[in-house]
C-alpha cells in the first residue's frame, strides 16, 4: 500500500521562506514521478512542480518559478519544496503526489497516490 505523509507546513509572513516534506511509503516503483500541488479555497487544484525519477528534470507553474525549487530523495522516498520569498497568495493546502509513470505530467489525474495535505498561510 503506497501512503503519502507531508510536513513542514505553518504560517510565516510574506518574503519569508518555508520547506515542506513528503515521505512514501509503499512500493518503489510508485514514487517514479512526484509532484506537488495546491488547493485554496474556492479554487480548483493546482499543479505547483514535479520532478522525474533520477532527479534530473523539474518544471514548475508559472506562479511558482524562480521562488520554489523541489527537490528529491529517492533512497529516502522523499520529496522536498523550498519555498521562498512567499506571497500571500501561496497560501493553500499543499498536497504531495506520485505516479509510477516516468514522464512526469503537470495533470492531477495522472497521479493515483496523494497524501493528506499539510496547510501553508502567507500573511502580509
Known amino acids: 500500500q503506497v501512503q503519502l505523509v507531508e510536513s513542514g507546513g505553518g504560517s510565516v509572513q510574506a518574503g519569508g521562506s518555508l520547506t515542506l516534506s513528503c515521505t512514501g511509503s509503499?512500493?518503489?516503483?510508485?514514487?517514479?514521478?512526484m509532484a506537488w500541488f495546491r488547493q485554496a479555497p474556492g479554487k480548483e487544484r493546482e499543479w505547483v512542480a514535479h520532478?522525474?525519477?533520477?532527479?534530473?528534470?523539474?518544471a514548475y507553474g508559472d506562479s511558482v518559478e524562480g521562488r520554489f525549487t523541489i527537490a528529491r530523495n529517492n533512497a529516502l522516498k522523499r520529496v522536498y519544496l523550498q519555498m521562498d520569498s512567499l506571497k500571500p497568495e501561496d497560501t493553500a493546502m499543499y498536497y504531495c503526489a506520485a505516479s509510477s509513470l516516468s514522464v512526469c505530467q503537470s495533470n492531477a489525474a495522472r497521479f493515483p497516490y496523494w497524501g493528506r495535505g499539510t496547510q501553508v498561510t502567507v500573511s502580509s
Open positions: 520532478i522525474t525519477p533520477g532527479a534530473l528534470g523539474t
Open positions: 509503499g512500493s518503489t516503483e510508485s514514487f517514479a514521478c
